[in-house]
């Protein structure tokens, strides 16, 4: 066998190294190595490795087809499992495509990591790596704070990556990798402490329990980028793919779209209610685990922000049924009775409605209590080992997960039950579909896959559509983004964390560069050690939180511990961000810049010229 495979096409070359399987990419100023490292290698459920080089039988060849060329790569074991791996360059687009492709038989593997990650050693901020947790975050290679750690272990289609892609730029020098199935699949970061390197790459996952389909990750490479550009790449590529649906396209489709912008968004609950078995529940002060407010002070709120002078305004209202805050999901109705019951919920929604606000309210439609009155354990999630998925940690206790094979049937009955009782709603809110990984189930009856998850859960968003309410959830996860209108928030990582927390990286709004021209996103508006967040509301051009109740104590972003704010100070605070909202939010975002060397000063221009800048140290900020 060859010590080494090379081919030069377009204006790339690309070798393999046929002893350590790691490849090499030249451009035409840059070359980019994968790290000794880094060889591609399956994770067993023990834990241990099965590294591609252990193959009984390993060949390379050159691949040719009539959009690009490459090497092919064949792994055979003597138990009969074999695979293939595909590394080719596209001539249209000057791609590099890493393809696994499944053989025979069967390995049972919990991740395989492939392709390699590439050498990235160079201690200097001018050399860093951007990754879309979240809005997204920037790490400079000589960051001070460790990052390691990521929510949702860097799964893909979740709030660990808003989007499926990573990049990495080292002076202007750089590439974006993008997953191109990314149901099954994730990332990982490793950057120590004070920096020196910073590594980054992709993982699969089995789906159902087999290596069942091919998975690719698609490499653009350049020599003259920065993150802006990366995320250009991206967006081109959402359009292609028909990701990237615009505010412009929703607002024609539903007119709310546009009452909905420049609205800012007040969040309120109606019942809590906390079992002995949750996370959450006071052992030390029981009567702070029961609480209702009546649908009636509701009311009066929503009058007092339309005397106030308040033009536009979204409710996003927890707790409205009878069960309490995150109990006996889906099991959710009737409206809750203390609290006014029907006649009291019915009052709340004319009174918005003659406001010419908007009414939404929280379901949930994954926690899956066990308590609920239609519960059967035979519709919950289902491993392939046939176990079933069980906490305690939110305020209704005991839970699995439900299929999502099973939501849209839900959403459709609760919908139908509160729509026919007069209350009427503008928007909705469907818990966590975008910021928890999708899920896959091996019931026999209803066996899904990840990808399966994902169409159930737009599904019920699709539903929302046909009745004119505009779907909102958790978080703005790009999977989503042809049905999703809003969220509930798409902020810095940073602010959902205790403050003084280290911080991964430096915030960077990579989700807005691609894709803030399509939705609505929300941003907080408190004041954190001495932080404003008014200014990355401002930066995002979002909508803002005039009134935040957070469901749970220190969770979420709520840590504000004032028990009533400054309303009119709020409301004249919220004024300047929902104008800035009106002007651009069909606009795309085009540039984010630093603008001082601590990150401090910022600026981002919008597709109609305006240019917001910020100072986060002093407070400060321009709108031209």
Known sequence: MRDKISIIYINLQLSLDCKTLLYTIETPRHTWKQSPDSCPRFIMEDGSTVPFSSADEISHESYKSGVGEGILSHYKWNSGFSFETLCWIEVVKKAVHFELIPGEGSLPFKKVFFPGYFSFEEKSDTAYTVMPVLQGILIPNNWENEVRKLPFDGQFCSSGAYMPWLGQVEGRHGYIAICETPWDAGYYVDHPAGGSYTHVGAYFLPSLGEFSYRRSVRYIFSDDCDYNDLCKIYRNYAIETGLLTTLREKSARNPLVDQLIGSVIVHKGIKKHVSPDSRYYDKENPENNDSVVPFHARTVEIQRYHQKGVKKLYLHLDGWGEPGYDNKHPDYLPACRKAGGWIGFRELSDTIQDCGYLFGLHDQYRDYYLDAETYDREFALHAPDGSVFEMSVWAGGRQNYLCATQAPYYVKRNFEWVLQ???????????????????????????????????????????????????????????????????????????????????????????????????????????????????????????????????????????????????????????????????????EMLRHEFLSEDYSRQRTTFSDGTTVTVDLATGEYEIV
């Open 421 to 587: 009782r007069g209350i009427r709603l503008q928007a909705s809110y469907l818990d966590v579909f975008t910021c928890n990984e999708p899920d896959e189930c091996a019931h026999p009856m209803h066996r899904m896959t990840r990808r399966e998850c994902l169409g159930y859960r737009s599904a019920c968003f699709s539903y929302l559509w046909s009745k004119g309410i505009l779907p909102s959830s958790e978080e703005c996860s790009d999977w989503a983004m042809r049905e999703l209108v809003f969220c509930h928030y798409g902020p810095c990582d940073f602010m959902l964390e205790s403050p003084g927390s280290p911080r991964r990286g430096v915030p960077v709004p990579l989700f807005n560069l691609v894709y803030h021209d399509c939705m609505v996103l929300p941003w907080f508006m408190d004041k954190v050690d001495g932080e404003d967040y008014m200014l990355y509301a401002l930066l995002n051009a979002g909508a803002p939180y005039l009134d935040r109740d957070g469901a749970y104590p220190n969770t979420d972003g709520s840590f504000d511990s004032e028990a009533e704010k400054r309303l009119d100070e709020e409301i004249a605070r919220c004024a300047v961000v929902t104008s800035l909202q009106e002007k651009v939010a069909k606009c």
